[in-house]
């Protein structure tokens, strides 16, 4: 274990499953003491027990992100608590996948879930843990993006608006933040090979086959991206969009 975030406190959301899980080991590995949450508790849990068992330190705190204002700001409450009111690092992860379907039989019941969990959380929750942060003159806000975010793609309509969006709010986040001294970047990952994932390899085998690594992203390789992000190495980088894709938004 190195500890190039020793003594930071972050706080990922969706670290109960998939790219989440990596990103909350890879930070704990480098000292962060990691606030892992999501819905499922038994996943919670265990990602905490794996990250203790590799010598790291981390905290389940359960939120339904989808839940709106209020549960928001149960897990900011929540998260503070733990980091005693100073979270360094606040990984705005989770999102719902979306399978493609064509635009017209997308219904609103999805169109609104899909808003509420991988935009209005994202935004609600920065908004109550961005402003201690810059009162402190420090901090750091990655937002988990998408190559779907960069490009358009038929039947992805509402996961690739939710993801530029995300795109988005990283750039404004820099300009309102950054001069108070909070970092705000995207990592932005192409087919990444969760259990998910794994399971639908042969429908991204053509986004694949046009990457120039020709393979998708491993979780670990994303959360490398979101140290790199989260540590002093990056620290004149704002807004920022660091693409974990194999190439493929580049081409
Ligand atoms: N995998 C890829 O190929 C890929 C590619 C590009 C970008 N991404 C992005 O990477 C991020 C993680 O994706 P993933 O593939 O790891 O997804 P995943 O395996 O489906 O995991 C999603 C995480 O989000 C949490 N989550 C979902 N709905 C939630 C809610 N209502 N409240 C609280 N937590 C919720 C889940 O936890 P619970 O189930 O415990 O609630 C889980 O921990 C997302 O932002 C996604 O857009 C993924």
Request: hydrophobic share 50%.
């Amino acid at each position: 274990m190195t500890a190039r975030l020793q003594d930071r406190y972050a706080l990922v959301t969706g670290s109960t499953d998939g790219i989440g899980v990596a990103v909350a080991q890879a930070l704990a590995a480098e000292g962060a003491h990691v606030i892992v949450s999501g819905r499922n508790t038994d996943r919670g849990k265990e990602t905490v027990r794996a990250i203790e068992e590799a010598g790291g330190r981390a905290t389940f705190v359960a939120a339904d992100l989808g839940r709106g204002a209020a549960a928001i700001r149960e897990l900011a409450d929540a998260a503070n608590e733990v980091a005693g009111g100073a979270l360094d690092i606040l990984v705005n992860n989770a999102a719902l996948l979306i399978d493609p379907a064509p635009t017209a039989e997308v219904g609103e019941d999805l169109i609104d879930q899909a808003l509420r969990v991988n935009v209005k959380a994202a935004f609600l929750l920065t908004g109550l843990i961005a402003p201690a942060m810059a009162a402190r003159g420090k901090g750091v806000i990655i937002n988990m993006g998408s190559i779907n975010g960069l490009f358009g793609s038929a039947h992805s309509a509402l996961y690739s608006a939710t993801k530029a969006t995300i795109h988005s709010l990283t750039k404004s986040w820099a300009a309102e933040y950054g001069p108070a001294g909070v970092r705000v970047n995207t990592v932005a990952p192409g087919p990444t090979l969760t259990e998910k994932i794994s399971g639908i390899q042969d429908r991204l085998a053509p986004m694949i086959a046009a990457m120039p690594s020709r393979r998708a992203s491993t979780p670990a390789e994303v959360g490398a991206a979101v140290v790199f992000l989260a540590g002093d190495d990056a620290s004149n980088i704002h807004g920022a969009t660091l693409s974990v894709d194999g190439g493929r938004a580049a081409v």
